[in-house]
């Protein structure tokens, strides 16, 4: 008789430097998750394998399917000071490459983004949302079938505390809201994809080289207010920026979150190449270096796209 799958129970703590005021989360049950980007091991994200799993939703059809299922190792535990909810998007039947994805997987992907971040938004006590995509092993990944997760959290994250700030604090000594600010940034030269809905340029204040950011052209809280035409758009976006990842054959992120008490957000999306290694000055200064100037990725972007 087969054993129903078992969830490892999270084990953390939250440790702060006293000098650095520099915060980690230790979670030792985190070695326990399966590594199969380096060791051969079965796919539990295939078909087959999937009824072991605590399937939560499904989205598309054939080969455009998405499974939304529990994550069976969470980072943080379901109750407690630290806490939230951690579900896993199951992208596609197979381990093919994710940048050879066609662009109507990216638009089931980003349906069931906004479906479970609506449904997250719901529960009590979720004060963060996150929804991002490892891929590769440079990236975070640490299996090879396509997949991204969602966390809804009972915190906020110091640091997209300090954003928040400082995107307020801009508002305020502009007087332009902060969809006006990113358009502006925006420049012709930097543009990766643009369309009726959207647009991805390159971030010229990027910590990794090719970083994009993606917004759409009018200001939006979270991916819930998106439309269905503007997460078809958000799907294109995404989809014109895979070519250069599969040349440069590098691992990437991709990421957005929503603060849930905070109603006049910019809604964005981060594109994240793992190319540049940070070495002794970028971890001691705190000062990133960028090998790749804006001007040059957006080329490459769109050189790559023909």
Known sequence: MEQKKQTIKPELKYICDDITGECIILA???HKRPEGLKKK????????NL??????????QGKDRVWVVENGFPV?????EFSGYQDIFVEGESCQPFHSCGIGMLETMFEAY???????????????ILVF??????AGAS??????????LNFIPSRVKQIIRKRKALVKQTGRNMIESALREAAPRLKVYSDRYVVAYADPASRFAYGVRIILKRQIDNITEATSAERKALASAIHALLPLMKDLDCAFNIFFHDVVGEKDELF?????????????????????????AAETAAEEYRRAQR
Not at 76 to 80: D, E, R, V
Not at 114 to 128: C, D, I, N, P, T
Not at 133 to 138: A, T, Y
């Open 28 to 30: 030792p049950h985190r």
């Open 51 to 60: 009824q072991r799993e605590n399937i939560l939703a499904r989205f598309g």
């Open 133 to 138: 995509k490892n891929d590769g092993l440079d």
């Open 41 to 48: 091991i079965h796919d539990p994200f295939a078909p087959k």
């Open 268 to 292: 964005e999306i981060n594109f994240v190449p793992r190319v540049n290694r940070w070495g002794g000055f970028e971890l001691d200064g705190g000062i990133v270096v960028n090998p790749v």
């Open 143 to 152: 299996l090879p079938h396509p997949h991204s997760q969602i966390f809804a």
């Open 76 to 80: 943080f535990p379901a109750s407690g």
């Open 114 to 128: 906004a479906s479970r971040a609506l449904e997250m938004r719901k529960r009590k006590g979720v004060k963060y």
